[in-house]
């Protein structure tokens, strides 16, 4: 499996359950309020109004709670349980906003907060996901990780590089050979979402900084989105480098046996019918 160190992993999960727990609260507290304030002018409406709409909120209430503790189980037992891949939903979509406006009031970095989100959601995918024919597997990449002073186009066709070596592309190159999985670079979001509606894959490798990480697993969303944080020596968006042993662990979690056979080594042939994408 692949996962970053312990301490990280540890300190990480712990952020995100505890803001995730904030933010259930806020939500059943939010729900409450809706009985609540008006309890008294509901009166006036009918007799039953305010029970009426008591229940509907202990109904919402309870799905909240639930999708809660579906969650947190998901994440300590690390395995998949009934509706994960709801559960994975709720925190894209409903939990993420209110954890990061929490962690803004508790004084908590937004970094810290999206690091946390992308290293449970990666463990949510790994709980999830199957494994894939190499065509169906997506290695999308940022235009950063080309050296700033290469004067080839990759956006377009990554093919034109010419796998110099001073730069992650060559190496990410020779993984796409070997694997026979798509690979392609993007400048943006735009361009990103283009490549998957034109390749259509079941999971995405991607690499990038915390923020694009996070904002691509919700744009992406239900397609399961596997994340390695890129490195940055010399600033963001900048000359940035990728440990390219993570990318290859993390393809190897995720493609089927008969792909897994076919490599021959380091350099072996290609499979599958992968393509480094032209746009």
């Known amino acids: 499996m692949v996962v970053p160190p312990k301490h990280i992993r540890h300190a990480r999960k712990r952020l995100f359950i505890a803001l995730i727990s904030g933010a259930c609260f806020v939500v059943c507290l939010l729900l409450a309020a809706l009985w609540v304030v008006p309890y008294i002018g509901l009166d006036n409406i009918h007799p039953s109004a305010k029970w009426i709409l008591g229940a509907l909120v202990v109904v919402l209430g ?9 969650l947190f189980l998901n994440i300590v037992l690390k395995r998949p349980l009934p509706g994960s891949r ?5 925190t894209v979509k409903l939990f993420l906003p209110l954890m990061v406006l ?8 937004k970094k810290s907060i999206l690091l946390s989100f992308i290293s449970v959601n990666n ?5 999830e996901a199957e494994r894939y024919d190499p065509d169906r597997v997506l290695l999308l990449m940022p235009h950063c990780l080309q050296s700033s002073r290469c004067s080839k186009r990759l956006t377009y066709d990554v093919n034109n590089c010419k796998r110099c070596g001073e730069c992650p592309i060559a190496g990410l190159l020779d993984i796409h050979d070997r694997y026979g999985v798509h690979l392609a670079i993007a400048t943006g979001g735009t361009i990103a979402r283009r490549i998957v509606v ?5 999971l995405i490798i991607a690499v990038a900084c915390q923020r ?8 992406t969303y239900p397609l399961p989105v596997f994340g390695v944080l890129n490195e940055r020596p010399h600033g963001p968006c900048l000359d940035t480098t990728v440990a ?3 990318v290859e662990e993390a393809l190897q979690r995720f493609l089927n046996e008969d792909a897994l056979a076919g490599v021959e080594g380091p350099r ?12």
């Open 86 to 90: 709801r559960f994975r939903g709720l």
């Open 102 to 109: 929490i962690g803004r009031m508790l004084g908590i970095e």
């Open 244 to 246: 390219l042993g993570r």
């Open 123 to 127: 463990e949510l995918v790994l709980a």
């Open 198 to 202: 034109q390749l259509r894959p079941k």
């Open 62 to 70: 309870g799905m909240v709670c639930v999708a809660y503790w579906g």
């Open 268 to 279: 072996g042939s290609a499979i599958g019918t992968g393509q480094a994408v032209n746009l």
């Open 212 to 219: 694009d990480l996070a904002s691509g697993i919700q744009d």
